[in-house]
């Protein structure tokens, strides 16, 4: 019976719909629309001859079931149509159930996390105001963090023609971690004082050295795991390390800076050709005079003066005052600024991409590994020898094969050790190959451009242009401008 009914053609399937409805004494003119949708069903009713009399709310949901509307019924319009004889206009007599979609869990902070480390406002001319830079945000003991908020779940929805919609699934999060901070049910707080600071899914307070005022000799060697903050200028001769960050208000002298992370000189830095800066993050610095930075990451500043100054990654010197001059500065991946260089022709030499030396590193390691592994495997071919004529079991022999087989650790170690320093020098090249150097502004006659381990001295003033090496010579292209990082 079932094949039958599946089998039946259009024509035939419109006949039983009229024995159907001229048995339910619903009129053929009579009809049922359903929007696109599914969501709603409208009904249209023919005036019944006099008769026949007013329809049966029955006969109107058996007509809606014929076609297909099983759900979503709004009875009492359907009562009243039948019951006052509403004819000749549709009426919306089923409604589908929309979806409710739950929410998933999520924390609210009481903390800004954005502002934990905000960055520096961009004046009109392009410069940096270091001073609005923000490095560390603080919490008192007990401070309220963060409240957790449940997931909630959502609720299925339906069409008129009774088909289910499923809401999504809802997640909930992992329960915060962190150091120093405390769980309530729901709310966490903080244990103790100190910087507070958000990092994939963790909460950590950690301690602050803050010195509000100077910094001289006097002060002595300050020297402290966490972040340091000091209020004043820093004096000569004084050496400051930081675990983490490093955020100084003032202006820093001929001192020695070490920072586990970022170091922010809010007033810049006249060393004297004796100041030394290093950071295993980036360093942001109003200005830099004659003194050797270096930074694992990034550089910037609102000039570069006199200096000696080294980027993992990549230099910007900022706004239309922006200048390098004298000294050298490298960066593995790009270096930009507004001009390169001046009118009095100062020996100013801007390098970017891996040096010479990186590649003689890596020469030279790939030739001891070459000479490692030889030696390696006449030790081992000896080894086998000795064991396999059963020399091992004389006392001469096995003291031979005890120092064969000390002789092939060492190898291996060896092999080990040159894996690394190879692999070191393979990433440096990757990274800066394709360096570039830009200059939006002029670039002075004098300036010793170096990219890649080429070398090319301007010999007369060259505006907005951006250097790259091609085939081991130094090509000006129109200014690119320096790329962000993702």
Same mark, same amino acid.
Request: charged content about 30%; overall charge negative.
């Given at each position: 019976?079932?094949e039958e009914?599946?089998t039946?053609?259009?024509?035939?399937?419109?006949?039983l719909?009229?024995?159907?409805?001229?048995?339910?004494?619903?009129?053929?003119?009579?009809? @049922?629309?359903?929007?696109k =949708? %599914?969501?709603?069903a409208?009904?249209?009713?023919a $005036?019944?001859?006099?008769?026949?009399?007013?329809?049966?709310?029955?006969?109107?949901?058996?007509?809606?079931?014929?076609e297909?509307?099983?759900?979503?019924f709004?009875?009492?319009?359907?009562?009243?149509?039948?019951?006052?004889?509403?004819? %000749?206009?549709? /009426?919306?007599? #089923?409604?589908?159930?929309?979806?409710?979609?739950?929410?998933?869990?999520c924390?609210?902070?009481?903390?800004?996390?954005?502002?934990?480390?905000?960055?520096?406002?961009?004046?009109?001319?392009? !410069?940096?105001?270091y001073n609005?830079?923000?490095?560390?945000?603080s919490?008192?003991?007990?401070?309220?963090?963060?409240?957790?908020?449940? #997931? !909630?779940?959502? $609720?299925?929805?339906?069409? @008129?023609?009774?088909m289910?919609?499923? +809401?999504?699934? @809802?997640?909930?999060l &992992?329960?915060?971690?962190?150091?120093?901070?405390?769980?309530?049910d729901?709310?966490?707080?903080?244990?103790?004082a100190?910087?507070?600071?958000?990092?994939?899914?963790? /909460?950590?307070?950690?301690?602050?050295?803050?010195?509000?005022? =100077?910094?001289?000799?006097?002060?002595?060697r300050i020297e402290?795991?966490?972040d340091?903050?000091?209020?004043?200028?820093?004096?000569?001769?004084?050496?400051? *390390?930081a675990? *983490?960050?490093?955020?100084?208000?003032?202006?820093?002298?001929?001192?020695?800076?070490?920072?586990g992370g970022?170091?922010v000189?809010?007033?810049?830095? &006249?060393?004297?050709?004796k100041?030394?800066i290093?950071?295993?993050?980036?360093?942001?610095?109003n200005?830099?005079? &004659?003194c050797?930075?270096?930074?694992d990451?990034?550089?910037?500043?609102?000039?570069?003066?006199?200096?000696?100054?080294?980027?993992?990654?990549?230099?910007?010197?900022n706004?239309?005052?922006g200048?390098?001059?004298?000294?050298?500065?490298?960066?593995?991946?790009?270096? !930009?600024?507004?001009n390169?260089?001046?009118?009095?022709?100062?020996?100013? @030499? /801007?390098?970017?991409?891996?040096?010479?030396?990186?590649? =003689?590193?890596?020469?030279? +390691?790939?030739?001891?590994?070459?000479e490692?592994?030889?030696k390696?495997?006449?030790?081992?071919?000896r080894?086998?020898?000795?064991?396999?004529?059963?020399?091992?079991?004389?006392?001469?022999?096995?003291?031979?094969?005890?120092?064969?087989?000390?002789?092939?650790?060492?190898?291996?170690?060896?092999? =080990?050790?040159?894996k690394?320093?190879?692999?070191? +020098? $393979?990433?440096?090249?990757n990274?800066?190959?394709?360096?570039?150097i830009?200059?939006?502004?002029c670039?002075?006659?004098?300036?010793?451009?170096e /990219?890649?381990?080429?070398?090319?001295?301007?010999?007369?003033?060259?505006?907005?242009?951006?250097?790259?090496?091609v !085939?081991?010579?130094?090509?000006?292209?129109?200014?690119?401008?320096?790329?962000?990082?993702?």
């Amino acid at each position: 019976m079932d094949e039958e009914i599946l089998t039946l053609t259009r024509e035939q399937l419109g006949e039983l719909k009229k024995r159907f409805l001229h048995g339910s004494r619903v009129q053929e003119q009579s009809r @049922v629309r359903v929007s696109k =949708d %599914q969501m709603e069903a409208w009904l249209y009713l023919a $005036e019944p001859s006099e008769e026949k009399g007013h329809y049966k709310t029955d006969e109107l949901l058996n007509m809606l079931r014929a076609e297909g509307v099983t759900t979503g019924f709004i009875m009492p319009r359907l009562v009243a149509m039948a019951k006052k004889g509403v004819y %000749q206009r549709e /009426i919306l007599v #089923a409604k589908g159930k929309e979806v409710a979609e739950g929410t998933d869990g999520c924390y609210e902070y009481f903390f800004t996390p954005d502002d934990i480390k905000k960055g520096p406002v961009i004046r009109e001319d392009g !410069s940096v105001d270091y001073n609005s830079m923000s490095m560390l945000q603080s919490v008192k003991a007990g401070d309220a963090l963060a409240v957790y908020h449940p #997931a !909630s779940a959502g $609720e299925d929805g339906y069409t @008129v023609r009774g088909m289910v919609l499923k +809401c999504k699934l @809802v997640k909930e999060l &992992q329960p915060l971690r962190g150091l120093s901070i405390e769980r309530r049910d729901n709310m966490y707080f903080a244990k103790t004082a100190g910087k507070i600071e958000l990092k994939n899914g963790s /909460i950590d307070i950690r301690t602050v050295h803050e010195i509000p005022g =100077d910094v001289d000799l006097s002060t002595g060697r300050i020297e402290f795991f966490g972040d340091v903050t000091i209020g004043g200028s820093v004096g000569a001769g004084v050496v400051i *390390r930081a675990g *983490r960050n490093l955020v100084i208000e003032g202006t820093v002298e001929s001192a020695e800076l070490f920072a586990g992370g970022d170091i922010v000189l809010k007033r810049g830095v &006249q060393g004297n050709l004796k100041g030394k800066i290093r950071s295993r993050g980036s360093i942001f610095a109003n200005f830099i005079e &004659q003194c050797d930075v270096t930074a694992d990451g990034n550089i910037e500043a609102n000039y570069i003066l006199n200096a000696n100054v080294r980027a993992g990654s990549r230099i910007k010197v900022n706004g239309k005052k922006g200048s390098i001059i004298g000294g050298k500065t490298f960066a593995l991946q790009e270096i !930009s600024a507004y001009n390169l260089g001046n009118v009095a022709e100062v020996r100013t @030499v /801007i390098y970017a991409g891996y040096e010479q030396e990186t590649y =003689d590193k890596y020469a030279k +390691c790939v030739e001891q590994e070459k000479e490692v592994k030889e030696k390696l495997a006449d030790i081992v071919e000896r080894m086998e020898m000795l064991i396999k004529q059963k020399q091992f079991k004389t006392e001469s022999g096995s003291k031979t094969l005890l120092v064969l087989n000390s002789k092939k650790d060492e190898y291996f170690k060896q092999l =080990d050790d040159i894996k690394i320093e190879t692999e070191r +020098c $393979e990433e440096l090249m990757n990274k800066g190959r394709g360096a570039k150097i830009h200059a939006e502004g002029c670039t002075y006659r004098g300036v010793i451009l170096e /990219i890649m381990g080429f070398s090319k001295q301007v010999t007369g003033e060259m505006q907005y242009a951006t250097y790259r090496s091609v !085939s081991g010579e130094i090509v000006s292209e129109p200014f690119q401008g320096i790329l962000e990082e993702e």
